[in-house]
């Protein structure tokens, strides 16, 4: 039988001007709240910076809002996320950490700016940071809206395919927190680790294993089942997945923005029954009902 908890609309992966979305942290929450989310996590990629200004907004609208972040991980020479929810973000080795996987951002994208110019693009490094909302979090996503803007390409999918996915002349190759490190700063500040949209990594079977393993025994609890990212037959594949190894599960839309990939702000639908929903005992999703 679905649970309450199942029946909970709640996004718990989205993006401000923090870092890659292009709706301000308070704009998502109310986004969220008219499209009725019943509990918000802002997951900003690798910062903290939106979370007073969303929770204020949120408790405003009595949206329930849980602090959130989603730390950039390099394993096996993939980039791997790793959801931080209902985090302390008081907390200085989550801070410190994040403040150093943000270091490098800026000397890479300069780098990505003289690849991209010499392919052609025009003024790739003002032109990207006319997409900036955060200084210290310029993304590939920045690079990719100045590219469509441009008329290079029609949209981001494009970009990513054609100029800054992995051997492209945009990509620079980046090392990012290691896995049992973000693991441990999330759960160092009393939060939950969740592995984000696992079906996006290019890990075979054997190898997404055991990045599973690791992460499970360096303290992760959770995965993302029903996000954005999946399509309907890897909400089942992740279901299987998240039973074997006893992880909770999350749902995320991983919004950036209105005009960009195709679910919206609480519009996924629930949880596969029998699964244990991250947010289960959490005091923020108890429901009245
Ligand atoms: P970065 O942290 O700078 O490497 O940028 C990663 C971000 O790029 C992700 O969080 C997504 O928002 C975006 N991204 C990555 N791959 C794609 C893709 N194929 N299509 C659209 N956006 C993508
Ligand atoms: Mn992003
Ligand atoms: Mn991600
Ligand atoms: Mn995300």
């Known amino acids: 039988m679905t649970s309450a908890a199942h029946r909970l609309n709640a996004d718990l992966h989205c993006h401000s001007t923090v870092s890659d979305g292009v709706l301000r942290p308070e704009e998502i ?5 008219a499209n009725g989310v019943q509990l918000l996590a802002l997951t900003d990629h690798d ?10 907004e949120a408790d ?6 849980v602090p959130g972040v989603e730390v950039s ?13 209902s985090v302390d973000c008081a907390s200085a080795p989550l801070r410190d950490g994040l403040a150093r996987t943000r270091g490098g951002r800026d000397e890479r994208a300069r780098e990505m700016a ?21 200084p210290e979090l310029i993304s590939r996503t920045h690079f990719a809206r100045h590219i469509v803007a441009s008329g290079l ?12 996915s992995e051997g492209k002349p945009g990509f620079v190759e980046h090392r990012w927190a ?8 999330i759960v160092g500040a009393g939060g939950v680790a969740v592995m984000a949209h696992p079906a996006r990594y290019r890990l075979d079977e054997t190898a997404l294993w055991a990045m599973l393993a690791e992460f499970r025994d ?15 037959d890897q909400y089942g594949r992740f279901a299987d997945c998240a039973r074997r190894f006893g992880f909770r599960a999350s749902r995320g839309s991983d919004f950036h923005g209105p005009d960009e990939g195709s679910v919206d702000l609480g519009g996924l639908p629930p949880l596969p029954d029998a699964l244990v929903p991250v947010w289960r005992d959490w005091p923020q999703a108890a429901v009245t009902s």
């Open 29 to 33: 929450v109310r986004r969220a709240a």
């Open 47 to 56: 910062e903290l910076d939106g979370i007073a200004v969303a929770a204020r």
């Open 114 to 134: 003289r690849q991209l110019e010499a392919v052609g693009v025009p003024d790739p490094w003002n032109g990207a940071l006319r997409h900036v909302g955060n």
């Open 60 to 65: 405003r609208l009595g949206l329930a809002f």
């Open 218 to 232: 360096a303290g992760g609890e959770g995965i993302e089942v029903v996000c954005g990212s999946h399509t309907a």
């Open 178 to 185: 290691r896995l049992d490190e973000a693991v441990g700063w």
């Open 73 to 85: 991980v390099s394993w096996g020479g993939e980039t791997i996320h790793v959801l931080g929810l």
């Open 153 to 164: 390409c029609t949209d981001i999918g494009e970009v990513f395919e054609r100029y800054l």
